[in-house]
């Protein structure tokens, strides 16, 4: 029997549509109270996302599109400031429209949205006030109760911050207390993580899943201005929740044991011989190891530095690391699309593969990186150039090698910023040199060559950007011996002024890890959109057409994005 | 088909009524925020009272946010002796702030930068972490306009709104009564 909708169905899900809106509404209308002292503002993010998928059924007619669907989501963020005071609240909606089909007079849903352990009245739909937090401002105490982001030193003990480039936004829910005293900063943090339940950017397809509460509490202390440093120490303590019990409750987490312990300092230094320097120390221990993957609890380390140096037209950047059983911390988080604790990774992220990616969260790595920008004229023309070296020694997990690695990855690039043209161009190439195993048996090394570009310039009164990336990739010796290929990214676009640009993307690679197939041909992606923007902070896309998956890396975390091949209407609206 | 259009617009309609307003955010408090800048030095929003301060979020990574950069330097040395401040506040995280500085020095810029390296402030100005995102901020620290992204051209419209603050500043300073004399001990 061919599919079909019922009614009720479709007017329960649309409900969630409109009440999304009318939300929108009243907070927009508070703009006009009378009170002035109380402020309401706020942000709506709306996608609909129109899923085309060439699957059918026996019987079942290839044109009705049988597993073709929508996905609506949208979030809402909405505050409420009244002087020192502010009410925040983030509702994450989604629902899936036209997810099933009839057979034989049964409804069948086309998946199950929601994971054990999430529970929702309609089937094909949720809605989560994924974040709630009350906040005070004073001036020598903030506090805030509820969900908040957390970040101490660069990192490497404590990470929860938004990171939207790939869909991240993972707070903690607890509470939050800083407070100054003269030039000393104390900060404390108890609460659990929250990881947002309702993907924004990518397929909710993927299920809904409950949330893992694992605590998390630090205190770091800051002394500022001690002549030309500054002085920070901080030890923050996890609990991982047992992933298999769906009943358990958020402050279960204070009674269990701790798992992971991380204890460091950081020192500061402005200007000292003409040098900005940073350094942090971080000591990882593990009571709970056995959670973690770790044999015998053994305690990991961290240590990173920073020097920059302005010699006349020159900016000099020099960072180092040194990660030794450091993302053992994240191995349970890891497994809900996020991290807790993320140091600098010193990679040309962009460029990240499927294979490089294991280098990026290794758990036993060494590198530097220097960077030297040259302020040829400045604010104008400003070439650089890069130079990354890393010695992986981690083997297994992530990694395609069987021997320890050394990588080396220079990119040159070069920033041309005039009134109404730019270029904005890098290049490199990188090589991970496999080590010879015993025996001199030679595994060769992978190696890629890449380039990016952006480029702007005016078409009579409107203008146009041209950008993309091209790399080519080739395999050292590995045991699943892939096939060299290339990548190409590109898109053009033509901004016409008053708030209106067209876009076109095109995607095209051979690579055979990617998990995705082309409209066009078998690699072959594209797509275009239109964008307007009708009036300040209101913003539309339409876009219509299909980009690859992969493996995408942003603020030193990365992940596998699907592709994707059809629709998408998307609004951004600040209220 | 059809049915799914309908919803469509029907969603659209809904948008445009209420949620829809021309003049986002004009009129609301400013959240208050305290920020180091690059140089170490604490800078707070409420010490901006009185002037017209233009807050624009950006990264390392953010390639519109380089190219909108220099107008911004221009803005600033334009109007900086005229009541006028423009504060660019970094939304690099932890893991990406040492590049800061050396970005900002290598292409010669004098604005002041703050830095946001846990993304509280940017999460309570723009949560979805749109780069670059401007709010041109009264005298009275409330906001005045709001602007998302980049495209070449977008500089003539911040020029002419923040010119339009700052000659109200300049007028409003003109026609204020002088302050009372302190009274006698």
Redesign the interface.
């Given at each position: 029997m061919p599919p079909r909708?019922t009614p009720s169905a479709?007017a329960a899900q649309?409900l969630i549509?409109?009440l999304g809106?009318?939300t929108?509404?009243?907070a927009?209308?508070g703009?006009g109270d009378a009170r002035?002292?109380v402020?309401?503002?706020g942000?709506?993010?709306?996608e609909?996302r129109?899923w085309r998928d060439d699957r059918t059924l026996p019987d079942f007619p290839e044109e009705d599109h049988l597993f073709d669907y929508?996905e609506l989501v949208n979030?809402i963020?909405m505050?409420v400031?009244r002087g020192?005071l502010?009410l925040?609240v983030?509702l994450d909606t989604v629902a899936m429209?036209?997810a099933y089909y009839y057979l034989n007079d049964v409804r069948v849903n086309e998946f199950d949205l929601h994971a054990d352990g999430v529970t929702f009245p309609l089937p094909l739909a949720y809605a989560n006030f994924d974040k709630l937090w009350l906040g005070y401002?004073g001036d020598t105490a903030q506090l805030l109760v509820g969900d908040?982001?957390?970040?101490?030193?660069?990192?490497l003990a404590l990470?929860l911050?938004?990171?939207?480039?790939i869909d991240i936004d993972s707070s903690l829910r607890g509470a939050h207390a800083k407070v100054t005293l003269g030039s000393w900063d104390l900060t404390a943090v108890s609460g659990v993580t929250n990881a947002q339940q309702v993907w924004?950017d990518n397929p909710n397809k993927q299920q809904i899943r409950p949330d893992h509460w694992h605590m998390v509490s630090g205190l770091r202390v800051d002394r500022?201005?001690l002549g030309p440093l500054?002085l920070g120490a901080h030890s923050v303590v996890y609990s991982f929740a047992d992933r298999a019990d769906l009943d358990a409750q958020p402050w279960e987490g204070y009674a269990r044991g701790v798992d992971a312990a991380i204890t460091g300092a950081s020192v500061?230094a402005?200007g000292v011989l003409g040098l900005?320097l940073?350094a942090e120390g971080d000591l990882f221990l593990y009571p709970g190891g056995e959670v973690l993957g770790v044999e015998d609890n053994a305690p990991g380390y961290a240590v990173y530095g920073?020097a920059?140096a302005?010699p006349g037209r020159?900016?000099?950047?020099v960072?180092g690391k040194h990660y030794k059983d450091v993302e053992r911390v994240n191995a349970v988080v890891s497994r809900d699309l996020y991290e807790v604790a993320?140091?600098?990774?010193l990679e040309y992220?962009r460029v990240i593969t499927e294979d490089s990616g294991a280098a990026v969260n290794s758990n036993d790595i060494s590198g530097v990186r220097i960077?030297a920008?040259?302020?040829a004229k400045?604010?104008?023309l400003?070439p650089?150039l890069t130079l990354g070296l890393f010695r992986d020694r981690e083997l297994g997990g992530l990694h395609f090698n069987r021997a320890p690695e050394t990588i080396i990855h220079p990119v040159a690039g070069v920033?041309w910023?005039a009134d109404?043209v730019?270029v904005?161009a890098n290049a490199g190439f990188r090589v991970d040199q496999r080590d010879a195993l015993p025996g001199g048996v030679d595994l060769g090394a992978d190696r890629m060559a890449h380039v990016d570009l952006?480029l702007?310039f005016?078409i009579g009164s409107a203008?146009g950007?041209i950008?993309g990336d091209l790399r080519y990739f080739m395999w050292g010796e590995n045991l699943n011996q892939q096939t060299d290929f290339t990548l190409l990214t590109a898109n053009a676009a033509v901004?016409l002024?008053h708030g209106v640009?067209i876009v076109g993307y095109t995607d095209w690679t051979d690579d055979p890890l990617i998990d995705s197939v082309g409209n066009i041909n078998e690699n072959l992606y594209a797509a275009g959109e239109l964008q307007l923007?009708?009036?300040?902070?209101?913003?539309f896309k339409l876009f219509y057409g299909a980009y690859r998956a992969g493996i995408r890396c942003?603020?030193?975390q990365c992940r596998m994005l699907p592709g994707f091949d059809g629709a998408r209407?998307s609004?951004?609206?600040?209220? | 088909m059809r049915?799914?259009l309908a919803?469509?617009l029907v969603?659209l309609f809904?948008?445009a009524?209420?949620?829809?307003?021309?003049?986002?955010?004009?009129?609301?408090?400013a959240?208050?925020?305290t920020l180091?800048d690059i140089?170490?030095k604490?800078v707070s929003l409420k010490d901006m009272a009185g002037k017209v301060t233009l807050i624009s979020f950006w990264a390392t990574?953010c390639?519109p946010c380089?190219?909108e950069?220099?107008h911004l330097?221009k803005l600033y040395d334009t109007y900086k002796d005229k009541g006028f401040v423009l504060l660019m506040i970094s939304a690099d995280?932890?893991?990406?702030?040492?590049?800061v500085?050396?970005?900002i020095?290598?292409?010669?810029?004098s604005f002041p930068v703050l830095l946001d390296?846990?993304?509280?402030v940017?999460?309570?100005y723009?949560?979805?972490?749109?780069l670059p995102y401007s709010e041109l901020i009264g005298p009275d620290l409330k906001?005045l306009?709001?602007?998302?992204?980049y495209?070449?051209?977008d500089e003539v419209e911040t020029e002419r709104r923040v010119k339009l603050a700052v000659e109200a500043l300049a007028a409003a300073k003109t026609v204020a009564p002088p302050a009372a004399p302190p009274a006698a001990p």
């Open positions: 909708a479709t649309a549509l409109v809106v009318l929108s509404g009243v927009a209308a703009e002035p002292e402020s309401v503002s942000q709506d993010d709306l609909f129109y929508w979030r963020n505050k400031d020192p502010q925040g983030q429209l036209g401002q908040g982001y957390i970040a101490f030193g660069r990192g990470s911050v938004k990171n939207t480039n924004q500022y201005g500054n500061e402005f900005d940073f920073s920059a302005y020159v900016a000099l950047l960072e993320v140091g600098p990774t992220e960077r920008d040259v302020a400045p604010g104008v400003t650089s920033d910023i109404s730019h904005l952006s702007g005016p203008h950007e950008g901004h002024g640009s923007q009708p009036a300040d902070g209101m913003t942003a603020g030193g209407l609004a951004t609206i600040n209220f | 049915r799914w919803l469509v969603f809904a948008l009524a209420p949620g829809a307003n021309p003049h986002a955010g004009e009129g609301q408090t959240p208050e925020f180091r140089d170490n604490p990574w390639a380089q190219v950069m220099p330097q995280d932890a893991r990406s702030v040492s590049r500085k050396p970005l020095k290598s292409k010669g810029y390296t846990d993304t509280k940017v999460s309570q723009n949560p979805n972490k749109t906001v306009w709001q602007h998302q992204g495209t070449a051209g």
